[in-house]
């Protein structure tokens, strides 16, 4: 493998070696391990040195072994894999200041000023929110002088550089045409939909299928379309279910809904066929 010959380029302003971390965030994704493989390979081939932080924000506010060094070799067996090899949490510190403080000083700590968010629309605003925040925290960080030495570090470590990038199954970022996971969610449900509707048709039976997207229903609608679902609610389209006229023992009857849709929906009072 040849690495790049322009040894300035990996350098910062005042000669480090530039270093990267990575952290997926929400819920995971198929295609999270396929980013961060690619990222911390093109990382490494440019000379950066790629820190890999563990379960989301918790890892980040948590810090010390929570933040890995990752080698190109970690890396390796992994673009076919679902999950991520990082773990991945919603972190609950993360929405108040105090938890991004900590994550800010995790970063000085560790000298690391590329920060690569892989997560959906929540992790993103949270990444957003480290970044738009970075000189603010400094400049408390420093006041506080909980840390030694943290004034000289943090004089050096002028600006916080956050890429994000979306992956989520649930497809509800805008701008883009699809977000990292969706397509291979929607071959899951499509496959147990298809199971599912043998056994709907064997039985004269109804069945609802709940599928995941939170409030988006792009997963529901793809896969009612595709499975020939008889009836579709997602929660862009709102819809009295006393309306919805349920044809008993139709063979082959599937409902379509993102999950937590149930009961504003009132479907847990759909009698019993
Ligand atoms: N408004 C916000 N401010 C700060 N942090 C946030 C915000 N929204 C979300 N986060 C952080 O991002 C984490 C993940 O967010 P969320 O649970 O919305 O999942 P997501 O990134 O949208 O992923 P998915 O689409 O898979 O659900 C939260 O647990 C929290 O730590
Ligand atoms: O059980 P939790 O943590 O709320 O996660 C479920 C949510 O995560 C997702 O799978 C991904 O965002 C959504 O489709 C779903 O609503």
Same mark, same amino acid.
């Given at each position: 493998? @040849? ?10 302003? $005042?000669?480090?070696?530039?270093? #990267?971390?990575?952290? &997926?965030? %929400? ?28 379960? %989301? ?5 948590? +810090? +010390?072994?929570?933040?890995?060094? #990752? ?12 999950? !991520? $090899? =990082? ?24 000298? $690391? ?10 992790? =993103? ?27 000289? $570090?943090?004089?050096?470590? !002028?600006?916080?550089?956050? =890429? +994000? ?13 699809? *977000? ?11 496959? @147990? ?5 043998? &056994? ?25 379309? &595709? *499975?020939? @679902? ?21 063979? *082959? #009857? ?11 929906? +009132? ?7």
């Amino acid at each position: 493998m @040849a690495f790049h010959s322009d040894k300035s380029q990996h350098l910062d302003k $005042i000669g480090n070696v530039k270093k #990267l971390a990575i952290l &997926t965030s %929400g819920g995971d994704s198929q295609g999270m391990n396929a980013t961060i493989r690619a990222i911390t390979r093109v990382a490494i081939y440019h000379g950066i040195d790629v820190y890999g932080i563990y379960e %989301g924000f918790n890892g980040l506010i948590q +810090g +010390g072994e929570m933040i890995r060094r #990752l080698s190109w070799d970690h890396v390796s067996g992994i673009i076919q894999k679902g999950g !991520t $090899i =990082l773990g991945t949490a919603r972190c609950k510190e993360f929405h108040d200041k105090k938890g991004r403080r900590c994550a800010i000083q995790n970063l000085l700590l560790n000298k $690391i000023q590329y920060l690569c968010v892989i997560g959906g629309d929540g992790s =993103l605003t949270g990444a957003s929110l480290l970044s738009d925040e970075f000189d603010e925290h400094c400049l408390t960080i420093c006041e506080m002088q909980s840390i030694p030495d943290i004034a000289s $570090i943090s004089s050096k470590m !002028t600006f916080l550089n956050v =890429l +994000g990038i979306v992956a989520s199954i649930d497809n509800d970022m805008c701008d883009i045409d699809m *977000t990292i996971g969706t397509d291979s969610a929607l071959h899951r449900i499509i496959d @147990a939909a298809d199971s599912i509707k043998t &056994t709907a048709g064997s039985h004269q039976r109804v069945f609802i299928i709940e599928v995941m997207g939170r409030r988006c229903g792009h997963l529901a609608l793809m896969s009612a379309l &595709t *499975t020939e @679902a008889d009836y579709l609610f997602i929660p862009e389209v709102v819809i009295n279910i006393s309306k919805v006229n349920i044809i008993y023992l139709h063979a *082959t #009857l599937v409902w379509l809904l993102p999950n937590g849709s149930c009961s504003s929906l +009132g479907a847990s009072d759909l009698p019993y066929v």
